[in-house]
């Protein structure tokens, strides 16, 4: 992604290097704030960033925020941690056991690029339109990122270290819980941090197509009633949610992969 | 992927898990398992894919759609490449650019598309702009970590010789920076066809989302599943077809692929 090792000159101070980082975002809101001041721009179209604001404030102040912030936030981690349950087990299966693998591996690499929001209207159809057809679609959505990524990582254990764990006595679940899972669990986190990602997008793309609340519902009817300060603040909203969840599971994986080699 | 396996098989060793569950799909729907209203047996959706076909009916579909995600990831690719190694090579255009990028970075893309509805209204236009924005992140990182990491002697050697910036540009830069291109955009059509998908359900009177969802809507789930597996199957060719040329004209260029 973006790269952490810029050429720092002299390693300037945290502060300053933040300032550095965050200024230039500075400098374009308030450039977008005074072209919608100056009038350049039909300010119903696009209004300024300070109008913005100021209705995130003022929606999340008086609550009507939270229910859809809630509904999604609580769909998205359902899905993802259905899919985390089941999808890690299975790869990590499916990466020790050959007929696991023979199975399952053409099915999901087949299957893989199939865009799975095709699926909505056959899992409303199944699920109802409430809260279960959209958890069961995150949920299907997820499991691809952590069953190819366990899969890999339990693949690429090197059978040395299992050989010497069982020539020493261990029984085949030890070997699973003492060498695979830990040399697998870098790569099962790379899928998890895909699979965040892909929990949040689609909530939301699930709400704008089939209502029933949440922040997707919410930017739909923002834009029914062609209210962009709300559509804005709603987007402003559900991108701080998709990067405090990417930063929390970041931050997993820093404690418990802190021995791991070559990891943040 | 799969461990090579090297007997005549092999292939057939690797479509069986997938046959034997079109199989059991199969026959759970002709044993009456499986409830016509829960799920059409495959042998009606391979009917409706026929009819879809035979009929010429999915094609002005097809083409829309195709349209829509061709021409935003084509903007996507344009604007991405030539934005992503400016940035590489000049500081000014780095420091305009990478604030609005930074900004955009966390939205999910789909997210965009009630906003563009309201901008650009609910025709093709709206579609285009939200499926270029959102296959241009890829490709402008691709392009700009690529154009950066452009080995330095490569440079100097060609200015050595007299080589004009321009040229360098043209010749030395865009060459070693297209193995990384090619990647972010295997990746940007991917997204395309998500953002296409998704938008199509929100907004439209033609193109393959709609078909899917209108289909859903009167409950013709034969047809509907028919044109999901013919989506899948037009987004599996797109991403082959890309790996093939790739290895047609990039030759020169060890692809681990």
Known sequence: MRSRTEPSQGEPSRAAGALARYLPIGVLLLAWELVTRLGWVNPFVFPPVSEILLRWIALIGDGSMFTPLKDTLWRALTGLAGAIAVGVPLGILMGRQRWAEWFFEPLFSFAFPLPKIALIPLFVQWFGLFDLSKVMLIFTDCLFPLVVFSYHGAKGVSPIYVWSAQARGASPWRVLRRVVLPMALASVYDGVLVAVVVALLVAVVTEMVSGGSGLGQTMIRAYRYGDVRTAFATLLTISLIGAALYRVAQALRGRFLSWHVGEA | ?257
């Open chain 2, 1 to 257: 992927m799969t461990t090579p396996r090297r007997t005549w098989l092999g292939p057939l060793a690797s479509v069986a898990p997938l046959l034997i569950v079109l199989a059991a799909w199969q026959l759970a729907s002709a044993a009456g398992a499986l409830p016509k209203a829960v799920l059409p047996a495959l042998t009606d959706v391979a009917k409706a894919l026929a009819a879809l076909i035979g009929s010429g009916e999915i094609f002005p579909h097809t083409l829309a759609s195709l349209a829509r995600a061709g021409t935003g990831l084509a903007v996507a690719v344009v604007v991405g490449i030539a934005l992503g190694i400016a940035m590489a090579r000049m500081r000014v255009v780095r420091l305009a650019f990478e604030p609005f990028l930074l900004l955009i970075y966390p939205v999910p893309k789909p997210a965009l598309i009630p906003l563009f509805m309201i901008w650009l209204g609910i025709g093709d236009f709206s579609k285009i702009a939200v499926i270029a924005l959102g296959c241009l992140l890829p490709v402008v990182t691709a392009a700009f970590n690529g154009a950066r990491s452009v080995d330095e002697v490569l440079l100097w050697s060609a200015r050595a010789r007299g080589v004009s910036e321009r040229r360098l540009l043209w010749r030395v830069v865009l060459p070693a920076t297209l193995p990384q291109i090619a990647t972010g955009v295997r990746t940007a059509l991917a997204i395309s066809i998500i953002i296409l998908v998704s938008s199509e359900f929100l907004s439209s009177q033609e193109g393959l989302g709609y078909l899917i969802s209108s289909y859903g809507g009167v409950g013709a789930d034969d047809s509907m599943l028919a044109v999901v597996i013919y989506l899948a199957a037009i987004g599996y060719a797109l991403d082959r077809l890309y790996l093939a040329a790739l290895r047609r004209f990039m030759s020169w260029h060890a692809f681990a692929h």
